[in-house]
């Protein structure tokens, strides 16, 4: 069975800070604020103690901070010049105190921008909540008995990473040796918001032979100071599956793009990254390292059962063509047919 999946196309970025890949001379954007539902003006930015609004783009794990998109708290609209590239970018808006102190914030929303004047919509903005407040204990066993050197080498372990999240927005996860048996995160975390944990077990190359819970998240309400999560067996599932992406290639940048083979479309070269649930990068071909030619269909014959996120970009240096996508959403649950349909537009 193959399955159509939900795409969107982004921009790819070399590093996690700095924001030169987004830049570009095609598209302008406008936004417009508000604070708690209120109209931003003197007396609601003093209220939450602001002074100035800033438009942030994130950038791969970090953020693009920019003199040129800040503006007074007050004004409630900004209008930007031509300064973006055409892609899809995560942006939030964030009130700053005097002291370029975070008063409040949006969460993050995805916008995609095309040539021309972009109208990206109101955002609401909350007030930013205290700093983390909340340590956590966590223990492990593998396999069935206490997480040792013995143990964790017998299984070809090297690390536990412990993920976490808030509704759907992944936080940074943090890891330990699988010998230890226990970790533990020092006021890493925020008291009384509902937060999802998976731990899962590593080998050397990052890759996942594990996860607690295997096909969900434990969900815990951590309090303020010290909490401790019940242990989690982590068991190397021997179950795997294949998966298979075909990828389909806009013909054009508008809106009346065709997705047709990659001949077709006249892709030269294909890099993509297939990342596993908590956000691993479990294979990868970069665009840069990627041998001249193109193809249709990208295989893994077995899978851990997990669902991945496929990243795949394609160029063409003679035309300047670039292409790039991001699907997600890919079920490996069936022992012998997991096959999805990926859609790649063409970004100019």
Request: glycine share 12%; hydrophobic share 45%.
């Amino acid at each position: 069975m193959v399955r159509l999946l939900s795409w969107s196309f982004v921009a790819f970025v070399g590093c996690g800070m700095g924001g030169a890949e987004w830049r570009g001379d095609d598209a302008a954007v406008s936004v417009t604020w508000t604070i708690a539902g209120e109209a931003a003006s003197p007396a609601s930015c003093a209220a939450a103690g602001a002074t100035a609004a800033r438009l942030v783009v994130r950038v791969g794990e970090g953020r693009w901070l920019d003199p040129d998109l800040v503006w007074s708290c007050a004004t409630g609209a900004a209008v930007t010049g031509p300064i973006f590239a055409v892609a899809t970018l995560d942006l939030t808006i964030e009130l700053l105190d005097p002291l370029d102190r975070v008063a409040a914030f949006t969460p993050w929303m995805r916008r995609t921008v095309a040539p021309g004047d972009n109208a990206l919509g109101n955002f609401d903005l909350r007030p930013a909540a205290g700093g983390p407040d909340a340590s956590l204990a966590v223990r492990w066993t593998v396999g069935g008995a206490a997480a040792d050197a013995a143990s964790c080498a017998a299984l070809g372990a090297e690390r536990v990473r412990l993920d976490w999240r808030l509704g759907l927005l992944a936080g940074e996860p943090f890891s330990w040796p699988c010998a230890d048996g226990s970790g533990r995160v020092e006021s890493g975390l925020r008291s009384g918001l509902e937060t999802d944990f998976r731990l899962r077990l590593l080998d050397r190359d990052g890759f996942v032979l594990a996860s607690a819970p295997r096909a969900s998240w434990y969900v815990a309400t951590l309090e303020p100071g010290e909490n401790e999560l019940e242990p989690f067996a982590l068991a190397v599932d021997t179950a795997r599956g294949p998966l298979t992406a075909l990828l389909y290639w806009g013909d054009r940048v508008d809106g009346d793009a065709v997705f047709v083979g990659c001949e077709a479309a006249g892709v030269a070269r294909v890099g993509y990254g297939l990342q596993d649930g908590g956000g691993a990068v479990v294979d990868e071909l970069l665009l840069e390292s990627a041998p001249p030619g193109c193809t249709d269909v990208l295989t893994w014959p077995a899978l851990p059962l997990d669902t991945f996120t496929l990243v795949v970009e394609g160029e063409d240096d003679a035309s300047g063509r670039r292409w790039s996508a991001e699907c997600w959403g890919l079920d490996v649950t069936d022992p012998d047919d997991n096959s999805f349909v990926c859609r790649v537009p063409r970004l100019r």
